[in-house]
């Protein structure tokens, strides 16, 4: 088993856009990194926070009725469950995600971004 887990090399195992991908998990969480270029959709999570780590480039994260966070490498945010919120890399950004297990990317949105969560 191994103790210690590389973001950065997980980071190198796809290319694909906005697909999160499951690196670890505890108690009922899990722990998932993406690629991301351009714009998300507008969504919400009614019952979960959703915490952004943002690992390279640049993460801005729109919020209804709320000014922009803006996320350099190194920086976390947690947006809050209910609150509607887009996603956007400025223009490409690597992320890392915790999120409660069984959360969609998407909310309750859906559409052509919503992924099925692969684990690497």
Do not use: Q
Not at 20 to 26: D, N, Q, T, V
Not at 52 to 62: D, H, S, V, Y
Not at 100 to 116: F, Q, Y
């Amino acid at each position: 088993m191994t103790d210690t887990i590389s973001i950065a090399a997980k980071h190198t195992l796809f290319s694909d856009r906005w697909s999160p991908k499951r690196i670890a998990g505890f108690d009922d969480y899990d722990v998932k990194i993406a690629k991301i270029e351009g714009e998300f959709v507008w969504h919400d999570h009614e019952h979960e926070d959703e915490l952004f780590l943002c690992t390279k480039g640049r993460l801005r994260i729109e919020r209804e009725g709320l000014e922009p966070v803006v996320l350099e490498a190194g920086e976390i945010y947690v947006v809050p469950k209910g609150l509607r919120h887009k996603p956007v890399a400025e223009p490409y950004a690597e992320i890392m995600l915790i999120e409660r297990k069984g959360v969609v990317n998407t909310g309750t949105e859906g559409g052509d971004l919503t992924a099925v969560v692969e684990e690497i």
